[in-house]
């Protein structure tokens, strides 16, 4: 099963910059969208690859945040909320059930300049979508994709050292993602490539894309004992549209 994640940055956007052409090239089984701001009406004129289904979660808010799934494998079911009201309201989570595992498709919050939104991230959010993942679980195992907004280690930013106390990359962060690994789910890309340089997204400014000054923020992460099914996680840079570009993960 090939599956894919990408954070768009504004679908009606990246439409207008070719992401239509890359949904119906990378033939994927699934692909899951992060940060769409967007609702269905919005998008109602576009024409959809072939045997593919669209499922919304669009925020509240107009234009903010809102995640999609796109599948021509149906779902079982597709459940959008954790069951926690104070998380449900900004289309960050969506779940679609297959007969082996959970898609889990999230946008995870941004702890914003200033890191006003920290606290909110890690003692509110963090917590409450690991336990909903364990959740899960009990029932099967757990895939899970999206822009998680962390870089993990400095392996996964081109200047940690400048950006100890950054959103993304402050110690409460990585340790959250730390102990949610630790919970039995394995980081999928770096269980096929340990080294520096792979990044997801780019700073807009300074032509960092071009000089591949970035960040890995975007992850396929899965339940452990899912470990022997994993046949390859890669990036892919050369897909523009939006300052993140896709990674994708394939399941024998």
């Known amino acids: 099963m090939k599956l894919v994640s990408w954070n768009v940055n504004g679908l009606r956007a990246a439409l207008k910059k070719g992401a239509m052409d890359y949904f119906a090239a990378v033939k994927a089984d699934v692909i899951c969208l992060q940060e769409t701001k967007a609702h269905p009406g919005d998008v109602q004129h576009v024409v959809w690859p072939k ?26 079911r597709v459940n959008n909320h954790i069951s926690v009201a104070a998380h449900d309201t900004e289309g960050r989570v969506m779940t679609a059930e297959f007969a082996e595992f959970y898609l889990v498709n999230v946008y995870q919050p941004n702890s914003q300049r200033g890191l006003t939104r920290l606290d909110y991230r890690t003692q509110a959010w963090d917590p409450a979508f690991l336990a909903f993942l364990k959740q899960l679980e009990k029932k099967k195992p757990v895939v899970f994709c999206g822009d998680l907004n962390v870089a993990h280690t400095e392996l996964d930013l081109t200047n940690p050292k400048t950006n100890r106390r950054n959103a993304g990359f402050t110690d409460e962060e990585r340790n959250n993602f730390s102990a949610l690994l630790a919970q039995g789910f394995v980081d999928t890309f770096r269980e096929f490539e340990k080294g520096p340089g792979h990044y997801t997204w780019w700073s807009q400014m300074m032509n960092c894309r071009a000089r591949n000054i970035g960040w890995r923020v975007d992850y396929f992460v899965a339940s452990a004992v899912l470990r022997p099914a994993l046949k390859r996680a890669w990036i892919s840079p050369e897909v523009m549209g939006s300052d993140h570009c896709p990674v994708g993960l394939e399941l024998k």
């Open 51 to 76: 045997g593919y289904e669209v499922f919304w979660n669009s925020a509240d808010k107009k234009g903010y945040s809102g995640t999609a799934i796109i599948t021509r494998v149906k779902p079982l």
